[in-house]
């Protein structure tokens, strides 16, 4: 007997070493890595070994273009693979943090994916403000801040159905940001796609710990709704890792007198300069010192 042919799909939904792959002609298998082999995640392309009617084994992945990750104190793992866009969404209420808005965007950049930034509940007067303050600084990187409310479908198609059109995205939020109410107004099938998933993976009441992809309505994208985070480590990066996270930095690094500076606390440091002179905003001066001190400490714990 031969061999059953490969076929190629992706990754559409994991919990674990559970994945649902989808096929090309909309056909969906549940599907296990080989063996002891992990490391694949939602919106990877695979090779798959089709096995019975319905499910499958994982042979290959296909390379990717990036691939994210969230890590903390004790482990890292990736969660998402070729994506396009950062969708992260933050709101007027409950107050988000500035740090995890600022870890995400750094994670972004260091990727290669464009961020983009939500501002829901803006119809909340009472804080609309603060939070448009609390931005500024998001702003002046050139990240784009858009300014709505999840409950109103309307005005979520007018103002990003454009942007996902043809692209990945990978939404991604701090639990209570309204994330989720903004999935199902993109994504209107996204409930029942949910309760399917959360059924073919056995995964009973943890569903919210899954990262799934959907697609979307013409005309088209696809949208990974990964689970709300209260951390977003990242200390699996490198020092050149990180500094691509700080895009704002690099004209000034060209000043440095060290080549390998770390822009901490070197003479002739073209960063710090440039932070002494008010050329770069404090706080996210403050993050990269942060996030480079965590992945040294990991490091060191490896």
Not at 78 to 87: I, K, R, S, T, Y
Not at 221 to 249: C, M, N, T, V
Request: charge should be neutral; glycine fraction near 10%; include cysteine.
């Amino acid at each position: 007997m031969s061999p059953s042919p490969h076929l190629e799909g992706r990754i559409i939904a994991a919990h674990g070493r559970h994945y649902v792959v989808e096929f090309p002609d909309g056909t969906q298998r549940h599907c296990f890595p080989r063996g002891k082999k992990a490391g694949a995640a939602v919106g990877d392309f695979v090779r798959v070994a089709p096995q019975g009617r319905d499910e499958g084994a994982i042979d290959a992945i296909l390379p990717r273009r990036n691939l994210l990750f969230r890590s903390d104190e004790t482990r890292s793992k990736q969660f998402a693979a070729n994506v396009d866009q950062l969708l992260i969404v933050v709101a007027v209420e409950p107050t988000f943090s500035d740090d995890l808005a600022g870890r995400a965007l750094a994670g972004a950049w260091s990727a290669g994916i464009e961020p983009l930034v939500i501002l829901n509940k803006a119809d909340l007067a009472h804080g609309l403000a603060e939070a448009r303050a609390r931005l500024a600084a998001v702003r002046a990187l050139g990240v784009p801040v858009i300014e709505l409310s999840a409950h109103d479908t309307g005005a979520v198609h007018q103002q990003l159905v454009g942007r996902l059109a043809g692209r990945t995205t990978l939404l991604l939020g701090q639990s209570g940001m309204g994330k989720s109410t903004l999935l199902n107004a993109l994504a209107p099938d996204a409930g029942a796609a949910t309760r399917e998933h959360s059924a073919a993976l056995d995964m009973g009441r943890h569903t919210t710990t899954t990262t799934r992809l959907y697609h979307l309505p013409a005309p088209g994208g696809d949208l990974i709704d990964s689970p709300g985070f209260q951390a977003f480590g990242l200390q699996h990066l490198s020092g050149a890792d990180i500094l691509r996270g700080f895009p704002e930095f690099t004209p000034h690094i060209e000043h440095c007198r060290f080549y390998n500076c770390t822009h901490r606390h070197e003479p002739g440091c073209g960063v710090v300069a440039a932070l002494q002179a008010g050329s770069l905003d404090a706080g996210r001066y403050a993050l990269y010192r942060r996030i480079l001190e965590e992945s040294e400490a990991a490091q060191q714990r490896y």
